[in-house]
């Protein structure tokens, strides 16, 4: 008798929240192997142009990443269904910030693009618009239920994910936004619906007609007065458009080049003293190359792979559909944001601005990232056991 109570007693104990702590951790090591490289990185430019400064990027990083961790992790504590009646709000509130980033006077210009708003602090809207669907749209996927197999839902669903993509593109300027939004939305509908075949149709007509085009302005255009098309120009002929981005683009692949296996030390890179400009934004991969060899690069690249795989087990074993879908679009824009900038530092698309996420400078972009971290956590706060917990509940109750 005593006996039994004991084994009910250990079996209610398993029945407790699990916490991943394991992606907190990835999460803060990536955070501070950003602020190293970037203060690496940034110290010479930031000497020059702030008066003998070379701390400012630093500093504001890694004040604006404490805050945000803190944030993430009282983020982390709240139940993740609080959100969902607020979702359809957030949708609607992202697009009128966008709006207001080109139609109003808080809306500024830097960098040569107008995507930033200024309301007391300086951010950039559409990195609301990134967290506003990947929790409004599961809420949708959710109420549509089995109607989700319906060409009519899924054009619907879609259509809800085209409109705040096409927000980020047209009223922010801002194509890269636009892909990664579109992108989040679209494998979300994947993962909801049961039929696989249509999507890899869509994709592979996509896939042709897009890369028809590249090869056509490939072999008939040399210049262009549109400053995309310059950048597709000078990513297919670099030589020919220093001016236009290829200049950039040689100069990160002259970076990687040089580093080596174990790179030219930290701090011994040549490349970030004016030849890369704003290298600490979306080109700092290059100089990881360059400081820490293709060692540091594979570190980093295990690092974020680490991060995908503990975002994918708290999807996989998320305890609700919702919480799998939210999850699932957080790892669609971690996965799509450190592709598509590699991809660029290392010449395999046109340039876009996508920075390498929790590593590049930039203030909105850590702290939206940590929100969505917070986020995954809350979701891993909800399943009940881990698997080796489980496995010992099978054992107790066999026992019995």
Known sequence: MEQKEKKRKKKKNFRGGYYDYNLLAIVILLICFGLIMLYSTSA???????????????RRQALISVGAIVIAILISKLDYHLMIPFTG?????????????????????AYGSRRWLKLGIQFQPSEIAKIAIITFL??????????????????????????QAAGAFVLTDNLSTGIIIGGIAMVMI??????????????????TIAGSIVAYMG?????????????????????????????????????????GFFGKGLGNSAQKLGTIP??????????????????????????????????FFIAQNAPD????????????????QVILNLCVVLNLMPTTGITLPF???????????MTEMGIALSVSGQIRTTEAEREEMMEVETEQ
Request: charged residues 15%; hydrophobic residues 55%.
């Open 190 to 207: 994947f993962i909801a619906h049961p039929k696989t075949k249509p999507f890899l149709v869509v994709a592979a007509i996509i896939g």
């Open 321 to 336: 559909l919702y919480g799998t879908l939210v999850v699932a679009g957080i790892f669609v824009h971690i996965a799509l």
């Open 89 to 109: 709000a957030l949708y609607v509130i992202s697009l009128i910030l966008m709006a207001m980033v080109r139609f109003s006077p808080f809306g500024v210009e």
């Open 138 to 163: 599961p809420v949708l996927i959710i109420k549509t239920g089995r109607k989700v197999r319906k060409p009519g839902t899924v054009a619907f669903l879609v259509l809800v994910g085209l409109i």
């Open 219 to 259: 072999l008939t255009m040399t210049t262009s007065e549109d400053f995309r098309i310059r950048r597709i120009l000078a990513w297919l002929h670099p030589e020919a458009n220093m001016s236009s981005g290829g200049y950039q683009a040689l100069q990160g692949l002259y970076a990687i080049g040089s580093g």
């Open 44 to 58: 010479y430019e930031a000497q020059m142009k702030f008066h003998g400064d070379d701390m400012y990027y630093f």
């Open 278 to 311: 704003e290298a600490q934004n979306d080109m700092i991969f290059s100089i990881v190359c360059e400081e820490l060899g293709v060692f540091g690069a594979a570190l980093l690249l295990l690092m974020f792979g680490y991060l995908l795989y503990r975002l």
């Open 359 to 369: 590593v590049s400078y930039g203030g909105t972009s850590i702290l939206f990232l």
